[in-house]
T-cell receptor
């Protein structure tokens, strides 16, 4: 079974600074996707960024980028120029072709605080 | 095109009552997933349904929980004889078809409180 581990229950960053959230996963599959979701206090799950395992290039979405290390099974999220609106719970998630449909396996989350 | 709609947003039930959570997928989506988020935890997969079929219920508790997705109408997650431990946020996601490349979209969740 696949597992996703987020070892940082809480992180904090100063506004305008950069922060990196860690995620590792365990799988024996070769074709899969990795995701970072943001969950603000409203509880809405918002997709931040996705990475396809067969792509070597790290995904980037504006101020959000990932460092995908396939051999190490590591998938960290970097947030540059942090803004107050980035404060939220962040979940790393995994999905593969070999599991049911578009089912996701989530990590336990990292609570990000942005200090003004 | 409305997103995934879940209702109610908040539901309070006394121990022993039944809870019914509804999920209307996005238009054109025929695949529905239910997840449970216990306090201070990540989302855990419960069940995957297509219209009129349960595809994967490996995450569902063996007793008291059931799910359906009828040909017409929303998907329903039903919890019978609720207990305090059922208090959680329940999320529904929907997708257009099957596969890892297919994006699933989340609703805003239903927060169930059992008193």
């Amino acid at each position: 079974a696949q597992t996703v581990t987020q070892s940082q229950p809480e992180m904090s960053v100063q506004e305008a600074e950069t922060v990196t959230l860690s995620c590792t996963y365990d799988t024996s599959e070769s074709d899969y996707y990795l995701f970072w979701y943001k969950q603000p206090p409203s509880r809405q799950m918002i997709l931040v960024i996705r990475q396809e395992a067969y792509k070597q290039q790290n995904a980037t979405e504006n101020r959000f980028s990932v460092n995908f290390q396939k051999a190490a099974k590591s998938f960290s999220l970097k947030i540059s120029d942090s803004q107050l609106g980035d404060a939220a719970m962040y979940f790393c998630a995994y999905r593969s072709e070999e599991t049911s449909g578009s089912r996701l396996t989530f990590g336990e989350g990292t609570q990000l605080t942005v200090n003004p | 095109n409305a997103g995934v709609m879940q209702n109610p947003r908040h539901l309070v039930r006394r121990r022993g009552q039944e809870a019914r959570l509804r999920c209307s997928p996005m238009k054109g989506h025929s695949h529905v997933y239910w997840y449970r988020q216990l306090p201070e935890e990540g989302l855990k997969f419960m069940v995957y349904l297509q219209k009129e079929n349960i595809i994967d219920e490996s995450g569902m508790p063996k007793e008291r929980f059931s799910a359906e997705f009828p040909k017409e109408g929303p998907s329903i997650l039903r919890i019978q004889q609720v207990v305090r431990g059922d208090s959680a946020a329940y999320f529904c996601a929907s997708s257009q078809s099957w596969g890892a490349r297919i994006e699933a979209f989340f609703g805003q969740g239903t927060r169930l409180t059992v008193v």
